[in-house]
């Protein structure tokens, strides 16, 4: 658990002293949005199950495991207490399981899927919700796929996974409203790196969000006011 005295707000409005939490920060994604948020101003705490190390100071890095309800309660709020506010929560827990025909399809794969994909969405935004509520331009965003409404018959745990996911995060944007916080979904056919690139160099990879696209999008949540952005669902194709 993160602990320790309270940081200064500084002036949220143009990324200075705001804190975002990001979830999944590990992984390809949750780097590179911790990298532009943490260039544009903005103090984050980089959860993982393992934290790395960043060599920026503005990036604090954390362990949580997502999967218990009360740590991730109890970690939201200590995060809040050390730094006075929380102003944006980016979940980027990522999982895949498929690629069967739908007769074949393995259960556990939806077992597993569930709780990678839906329960610890709905961990941490119940935890934070407080948090994002009482700041002036709370923000919070995950990242879904294409397959969540256009589901195909070697994806089934996968897309109804990723639904629950996008139902979950739209309940959320009800709740703000009325209030100077937003839920979002940003949604992609698939995310790239550039490493996927140098592996394949002749692919076409048109249809792909590079992940420092992703980056972007989320550090322009701020740009624009919550009654616009809430309960929207943003293709980022």
Do not use: C
């Amino acid at each position: 658990m993160m602990g320790g005295m309270t940081e200064s707000a500084g002036n949220a409005a143009d990324g200075t002293g705001r804190v975002v939490v990001v979830t999944g920060a590990n992984g390809a994604a949750g780097q590179a949005v911790t990298r532009r948020l943490a260039a544009g101003g903005t103090r984050v705490v980089a959860a993982g199950r393992h934290p790395i190390t960043w060599d920026d100071e503005r990036v604090t890095p954390t362990a949580v495991d997502l999967s218990d309800q009360a740590a991730t309660r109890a970690w939201a709020d200590d995060v809040a207490a050390r730094f006075g506010r929380v102003d944006g929560l980016v979940h980027l827990v990522g999982g895949w399981r498929g690629g069967t025909p739908f007769p074949d399809t393995d259960l556990g794969d939806w077992a597993f899927l569930h709780d990678q994909l839906v329960r610890t969405v709905q961990h941490a935004t119940l935890a934070f919700h407080p948090h994002l509520s009482a700041s002036p331009a709370g923000r919070f965003a995950i990242v879904s796929q294409h397959a969540a409404r256009h589901p195909r018959q070697n994806a089934a745990a996968y897309a109804t996974a990723k639904a629950a996911a996008e139902a979950w995060t739209l309940a959320m944007a009800d709740s703000f409203e009325g209030t100077g916080a937003a839920a979002v979904v940003l949604v992609v056919e698939a995310l790239l790196t550039d490493a996927m690139r140098e592996q394949r160099p002749d692919a076409d990879f048109s249809k792909l969000t590079h992940v420092d696209d992703l980056a972007g999008a989320v550090a322009a949540l701020w740009d624009e006011p919550a009654a616009d952005l809430n309960g929207t669902r943003r293709d980022l194709s």
